[in-house]
């Protein structure tokens, strides 16, 4: 949840504000990632992260879970 955070300020520009919280090989992925992650796309994956947690969180197969978020993040961010 931090990342996509970070990765939704920096697409919004607040870089220079000293908004963005990145270190070493955040920042490097964060530099790719970040034109995916947008107004409109940020409170879906955030639902759909909070899901997956509580889904984990009870016990869940992790294997279909994970599959489904990685299905359902790849439509939110194209």
Do not use: C, W
Request: proline residues 1%; without cysteine; positive net charge.
């Amino acid at each position: 949840m931090r990342i996509l955070r970070e990765n939704l300020m920096l697409s919004l520009g607040q870089l220079k504000n000293s908004l963005v919280f990145l270190t070493g090989e955040e920042a490097s992925f964060s530099g790719n990632f970040h034109p995916f992650i947008n107004q409109n796309n940020i409170y879906k994956l955030a639902e759909e992260f909070n899901l997956v947690y509580s889904h984990i969180e009870s016990n869940g197969n992790a294997k279909i879970i994970f599959l489904d978020l990685a299905l359902k993040v790849t439509k939110l961010i194209r």
